[in-house]
């Protein structure tokens, strides 16, 4: 088996997921506009690298 083929499962993941992130943001430029959209997905890439929680515990939310 080539490297490529065993690659192949994880290529169709990220599609897959790049498509899902695609449809969303179509839906949230949609709704709300394409500031909301893109502030909303660089909010998500800094969460990431901060190594932040994208939900909030209930303590938290007290």
């Known amino acids: ?21 695609a449809e969303l943001s179509e839906r949230m430029i949609a709704a709300h506009g394409k500031e909301f959209s893109m502030g909303a997905l660089v909010l998500a890439a800094r969460f990431i690298a901060e ?4 939900t909030r515990t209930l303590p938290d939310l007290q």
């Open 1 to 21: 088996m080539s490297q490529a083929e065993t690659k192949q499962p994880e290529n169709d993941s990220k599609d897959a997921f790049f498509r899902e992130i």
């Open 51 to 54: 190594s932040k929680p994208f």
